[in-house]
Nanobody, 117 residues
Framework: QVQLVESGGGLVQPGGSLRLSCAAS????????MAWYRQAPGKQRELVAR?????????ADSAKGRFTISRDNAKNTVTLYLQMNNLQPEDTAVYYC?????????WGQGTQVTVSS
């Protein structure tokens, strides 16, 4: 089992920045790819960015050039980050952390990001 806890969401003005964190615990040795997804009201959940165990990354077009995904693989923990710059109102959503293992994927509870003046 893997547990994921996100933090770092909040209210920010357009053009501002936030850094999301996702702390993974449990069977972290089994985690391969990790990712951030988001879901805006009335819309489907969508991929924002993903990072493999080797550090390879890919981004949604909407995130390219503004967001940076990274992960810290420490001895007993894995932490996933999403640095978000130049945030815009269309980035408003609940952001979810996802961890993929050989057997299944896991989700965090989500953290709200609201971009508004």
């Amino acid at each position: 089992q893997v547990q994921l806890v996100e933090s770092g969401g909040g209210l920010v003005q357009p053009g501002g920045s936030l850094r999301l964190s996702c702390a993974a615990s449990g069977s972290i040795f089994s985690i391969n790819t990790m990712a951030w997804y988001r879901q805006a009201p009335g819309k489907q959940r969508e991929l924002v960015a993903r990072i493999t165990a080797n550090g390879d990354t890919n981004y949604a077009d909407s995130a390219k050039g503004r967001f940076t995904i990274s992960r810290d693989n420490a001895k007993n923990t894995v932490t996933l980050y999403l640095q978000m710059n130049n945030l815009q109102p269309e980035d408003t959503a609940v952001y979810y952390c996802n961890a993929l293992t050989m057997r299944r994927d896991y989700w965090g509870q989500g953290t709200q990001v609201t971009v508004s003046s």
